[in-house]
Structure formats: structure tokens, C-alpha cells
């Protein structure tokens, strides 16, 4: 079975930080890109980090630019999501997801239709 499996959130307060971990199994994605996806109840998941096959590039939203660090390492078929000075807007459910179709492809901008394989979801929540 292939899946992604998110770990490493919870309840942190305004300023801490985090690294969220997204294992892979079932099949290997060293030639895919992947990233991170947050979606707070009510609004549209948005894409706030993505990496590519080889983690040459790299994309993230503007409203966590310079405080969160995509990267990954195929030997462990794994990508992390670390989180700096988090703040209360940061709270949500983060998902892992990958791009099962492009291979070895470089990545600019992702969206959300890009990604067609999703984690459960870890919650984030950020106390002020």
C-alpha cells in the first residue's frame, strides 16, 4: 500500500518551532516532487512548501517565506517541514503530499491539483 504518514505536530505556543516528518512507503519518490499543504477549517488548502525530485528547487507560499524550510532525503524515502517562529495563523492541519506523475521534472510554483497522492494530515496549533 502505498502511503505518506505526517508526524510531529501538536500543541506549541507563538515563537516555538517545529519539524514535521512525512515518511513514505509502499513505493520509492526519489523522482518526484513533493510538498507540504496546510488547510485551516473553512478555507482553501494552500501549498506552503515544495521540493523537487532532487531538492535542487524549491517553492513556498509568500506567507511562510523565511520561516519554513522544505527538505528531504530519498535514501529514507522521507521529506520534513521545519517551522520557525511559529504564529497563531500557522495553526492548521498540515498535510504531506506528492506529485506521482512528474519525474525528474524542476518545479517553479505548485498548487494543489498537483498533488494527487495526500497523508492524513498532522494538526498544528499555535497558541498566542
Known amino acids: 500500500q502505498v502511503q505518506l504518514v505526517e508526524s510531529g505536530g501538536g500543541l506549541v505556543q507563538a515563537g516555538d518551532s517545529l519539524i514535521l516528518s512525512c515518511a513514505a512507503s509502499?513505493?520509492?519518490?526519489?523522482?518526484?516532487?513533493m510538498g507540504w499543504i496546510r488547510q485551516v477549517p473553512g478555507k482553501e488548502r494552500e501549498v506552503v512548501a515544495a521540493?523537487?525530485?532532487?531538492?535542487?528547487?524549491?517553492y513556498y507560499a509568500d506567507s511562510v517565506k523565511g520561516r519554513f524550510s522544505i527538505f528531504r532525503d530519498n535514501a529514507k524515502n522521507a521529506v520534513w517541514l521545519q517551522i520557525n517562529n511559529l504564529k497563531p495563523e500557522d495553526t492548521a492541519t498540515y498535510f504531506c503530499?506528492?506529485?506521482?506523475?512528474?519525474?525528474?521534472?524542476?518545479?517553479?510554483?505548485?498548487?494543489?491539483?498537483?498533488?494527487?497522492?495526500w497523508g492524513q494530515g498532522t494538526q498544528v496549533t499555535v497558541s498566542s
Open positions: 521540493i523537487s525530485w532532487n531538492g535542487r528547487d524549491t
Open positions: 503530499a506528492a506529485n506521482t506523475y512528474w519525474s525528474k521534472r524542476s518545479i517553479t510554483i505548485m498548487t494543489t491539483p498537483d498533488f494527487d497522492l
Open positions: 509502499g513505493r520509492t519518490f526519489s523522482s518526484n516532487p
